[in-house]
């Protein structure tokens, strides 16, 4: 799962835990996104830890549901067409994580609760300065993804681009010239995500209830 969809399960799992449980739950995918060195054991903060903790079974979980494994594979083979295997199954792992994200931006209480949680965080209302370091550019970065706001996920050619940076610089970047191309293939997934979204979050939030 990505950002956005982190947020939404730990508020649907928990609503009697403090929002540093839902901030949490981001908090790693934040840690890949900002290059910074985490620094979990210097967090004292139970909910915090609770929800970075939830946010790593919830990754086991989502990835290894059928309907997930299936979109990854066939997001994958499609990406082959104009990127090396290797490229193709990471893009296609971040991408059906990203598409899904989509389906949390359409739904206004999810994105309310998603943005204050960012802008208690912004505010210091959460402690997140042991988080990671150097913790001047932890605080900075999120205040920035803060201001930012939701990113437009129903954009095609944005979500390529997104995917394109995320990769760079690793051993599965692929070219900026290949965005269009990537975005031409990407409104079959979109659609695929939103007549699945439920069924994956339905199952998805029934198994986290017995295992947490």
């Known amino acids: 799962m990505n950002i956005l969809s982190h947020h939404e399960v730990a ?9 540093a449980y839902r901030f949490g739950a981001m908090v790693p995918d934040f840690i890949g996104m900002f290059d910074v060195k985490r620094t979990y054991e210097l967090i004292d903060d139970p909910d915090l830890l609770a929800g970075i903790k939830l946010h790593q079974v919830t990754d086991v979980t989502f990835d290894n ?17 104009i990127m090396p295997k290797w490229t193709a199954a990471q893009c296609a792992g971040v991408g059906k994580d ?3 994200d989509s389906l949390i931006i ?8 998603y943005n204050l949680t960012m802008h208690q965080a912004a505010l210091d209302s959460i402690d997140i300065s042991k988080v990671a370091k150097p913790p001047h550019t932890w605080m900075a970065n999120i205040i920035a993804f803060e201001q930012r706001g939701l990113p437009n996920y129903a954009d095609v050619e944005t979500v390529a681009n997104i995917l394109q940076r995320r990769l760079k610089n690793t051993r599965s970047s692929f070219d900026a010239s290949l965005v269009p191309e990537l975005a031409d293939k990407l409104p079959l997934f979109q659609e695929r995500v939103q007549d699945i979204g439920s069924l994956v979050m339905t199952k998805l939030m029934d198994s986290l209830m017995q295992t947490t």
């Open 65 to 81: 549901l059928p309907e997930m494994k299936e979109l990854r594979r066939d997001m994958s083979r499609a990406f082959r067409d």
């Open 11 to 19: 508020r649907r799992l928990d609503t009697k835990r403090r929002m």
């Open 106 to 113: 359409g739904d206004n209480g999810a994105s309310a609760a």
């Open 98 to 100: 990203i598409l899904f």
